[in-house]
């Protein structure tokens, strides 16, 4: 059965047409030439390629590969080889179109002795020679490539010699250099030049540099050859890699700070390919990595760095790997080096702190000996003062004196929203609170014509709103204990004589607060005499610190955060936590007994969900006091036992009565709640922050 093309991939006749694009192809080769010196410094190899399509381009496709070396090209075996080309580009050159390899350009080559006569019944690998960019083939691939070269006449395959490969052999004379077998694993405070090392370490920056990459790493391990990364300037110190070695650019005048750690503690190691190519695509920043067989060597400024070359007998084998279990115990004796030095480095920068602080007030008070900088601002700013005094009295008596000159304007119709509020995505319409809450978006009928209902769709959009209610009543409980994320959660579990109690303080401070409460918001929009629609939104943890611009912590034991909170809070709701504060020290008023109707009381806190009732928040048909303004919502779901009406208009879902029990909900239908867990439908809100 012939095998279709490969997802990803298009035949030769279409990517005859794609010129001047990157497309990817696989192709049997009809005609193949021997690697030549190009023009420049890089070698070319042609070799022609066919397919199903290709009877529209005469012989075939041809392709151009341009390599620096020799041993760098596709390893052909003769004609009938299957090649597979990524990120090949399509020229027009004298009327033809041809393809020509990139630098990004990877190949993949079946041999033809390897390709069997048909597609066995099991999958397995078929033996292929490949670029170290190249992923490994897939199953579609591979049958794809059973194909293509079973459509061809195999008797007229023919084997050429590779050009590729060495034209010497080494003299079985030559004398082997026997290395004394060690220990190859090390701290990066024991290395010594001219040495080769296995390091582990935590990534702290990756560099592309011109085909290679630079590599900085980190143990917590302090060497005295190394480059010395300073604290407090800008840049990365005065022996730093930074600038170019000629002196061009400026250490200064770079602007981005070094992240970490200080002092003498990093190495940067140059990656070569392939090393270089696996660490650009699945490496990143805080990463634990394992380097193999590192050589270690002085750099052009006389200090410590790293090199990886290309194994020369294994050349697509990758000595970089991720240490993703952090329980070995390397990674462990690195978090626990890293431990030390983020409580020292936090000591000596608050001192730091506060010395440029004291100078800082030092040069600023009178009579003292100022740099040249700071004695030409003071000058300025002393200059520029009575001219400012002079300028504010003029536009004050010009107020007084002056008329109005231009007529007042009409007042606008539109609902005057909370000036202290801002939201973004502008450009974005609100939408009306029914249109969202009304589920009659969420029905889907499927191919087969099954009508089913979607518990929730995580849709985005705009409100305008007023707030009516919130929750908890408490404003001391809006902020709650949270248990962070970190890396050295590792080191607190089953350890009790490897950790200390300073370390075990230091993962106790890891443990922080965050933002986690809920408000009641009123639909804005429309006219004062409609009923309106309300519901209950959910802020916490980054969308909350966006909202406040106040970082969370216990208010209960802060009464200055508990203040700001408040006063934060006054510009979003105005009045409404007094109102609320005096209608609960009124219990027994006749409003609030006129509110109590009906078989169950609404209250405005939902005993059974915890949850605020956004129908006792609205009962009374009372008049909002706080201001409209627009935010952003998002819904979401949450795991939840469900609770399935069986007399609505229709059933979401098939009950087994098996799983639960019958019950009746307020108002006395019958409803069965499911002995599952099911999904409940949420907002959130985001994107809006009070200014």
């Not at 630079?214 to 730093?240: A, C, F, P």
């Not at 030092?362 to 700013?381: D, F, I, M, W």
């Not at 219990?587 to 009732?613: H, I, L, W």
């Not at 499911?674 to 809100?685: Q, V």
Request: with cysteine; proline share 5%.
């Amino acid at each position: 059965m012939a095998s279709a093309v490969p997802p990803g991939f298009i035949d030769l006749q279409t990517a005859s047409t794609k010129v001047s694009r990157e497309v990817n192809i696989i192709g049997v080769t009809t005609d193949v030439k021997p690697p030549t010196k190009s023009r420049g410094s890089d070698y070319m190899c042609t070799f022609t390629l066919a397919d199903a399509s290709s009877s529209s381009l005469g012989d075939g496709l041809q392709v151009r590969f341009f390599q620096p070396d020799r041993e760098s090209m596709p390893k052909f075996q003769g004609i009938g080889d299957v090649v597979v080309l990524r990120n090949i580009k399509m020229k027009s050159y004298k009327g033809m179109t041809m393809a020509v390899s990139t630098w990004t350009t990877a190949w993949l080559v079946f041999s033809a002795a390897s390709i069997p006569k048909q597609a066995p019944s099991n999958f397995r690998q078929i033996k292929h020679e490949k670029d170290p960019r190249a992923k490994v083939p897939s199953t579609a691939e591979i049958l794809y490539a059973i194909t293509l070269c079973n459509s061809q006449d195999r008797s007229a395959f023919k084997t050429i010699q590779s050009a590729n490969e060495p034209n010497f052999r080494v003299s079985e004379a030559t004398p082997a250099i026997q290395l004394q077998r060690r220990e190859r694993f090390s701290l990066i405070k024991d290395v010594q030049i001219d040495m080769f090392y296995d390091l582990v370490g935590q990534v702290v920056k990756i560099y592309p540099n011109n085909g290679c990459v630079e590599l900085s790493i980190t143990d917590y391990t302090t060497n005295q050859l190394l480059y010395n990364y300073e604290w407090g300037v800008t840049g990365r110190g005065e022996d730093s890699r930074e600038g170019d070695e000629f002196k061009y650019i400026s250490r200064n005048s770079i602007n981005r700070k070094w992240p970490g750690p200080f002092g003498r503690m990093t190495l940067t190691v140059t990656l070569w390919p392939p090393h270089s190519y696996f660490v650009q695509s699945d490496v990143s920043e805080r990463d634990f990595v394992f380097l193999r067989n590192a050589r270690i060597r002085f750099s052009k400024d006389a200090k410590m760095e790293g090199s990886m070359h290309t194994d020369q007998k294994f050349t697509d084998r990758i000595d970089v790997s991720i240490l993703k279990d952090h329980s070995d115990d390397r990674v462990k004796n690195v978090l626990r080096r890293k431990l030390e030095y983020s409580k020292l480095f936090e000591v000596q920068s608050e001192q730091f702190i506060e010395e440029a602080r004291s100078q800082k007030r030092k040069q600023t008070e009178p009579g003292q000996n100022l740099s040249k900088k700071h004695a030409k601002k003071r000058r300025k700013q002393q200059k520029d003062q009575p001219k400012e005094h002079e300028r504010r009295e003029e536009c004050k008596e010009k107020g007084e004196n002056e008329a109005p000159s231009s007529l007042p304007l009409p007042k606008s119709n539109k609902p005057e929203f909370n000036r202290n509020v801002k939201c973004s995505h502008a450009s974005i319409p609100p939408r009306a609170l029914f249109s969202i809450l009304s589920p009659s978006t969420h029905p889907v009928k499927t191919q087969n014509g099954i009508l089913y209902m979607l518990p929730f769709q995580n849709i985005k959009c705009r409100i305008t709103v007023r707030i009516i209610d919130f929750f908890p009543q408490d404003l001391a409980d809006f902020a709650v204990r949270c248990r962070r994320e970190s890396e050295f959660d590792v080191l607190s579990e089953n350890e009790e004589n490897d950790t200390t109690d300073d370390q075990s303080d230091g993962l106790d401070e890891e443990r922080g607060w965050e933002w986690r409460f809920g408000l009641v918001l009123e639909d804005a929009m429309g006219s004062k005499n409609e009923k309106r629609d309300t519901m209950t939104v959910y802020v916490a943890d980054k969308d909350a610190e966006f909202l406040l611009k106040l970082t969370a912590e216990n208010l209960r034991t802060s009464p200055q955060a508990l203040d700001s909170l408040r006063e934060k809070l006054f510009l979003l709701w105005g009045d409404l936590e007094e109102r609320k504060s005096k209608s609960r020290n009124q219990p027994s008023s006749s409003s609030v007994r006129d509110t109590v109707v009906g078989p169950r009381q609404p209250t405005s806190m939902d005993k059974q969900s915890n949850r605020p009732n956004p129908a006792a928040a609205a009962a009374g048909n009372r008049v909002p006091e706080s201001m409209p303004f627009q935010c952003c919502i998002k819904e979401y779901g949450v795991r939840t036992r469900r609770k399935v009406e069986m007399d609505g208009q229709y059933d979401c879902e098939e009950v087994d009565e098996e799983a639960g029990r019958d019950n009746k909900n307020e108002d006395g239908k019958k409803c069965f709640i499911k002995g599952n867990l099911g999904w409940e439908r949420r907002w959130r809100m985001w994107g809006v922050t009070i200014t």
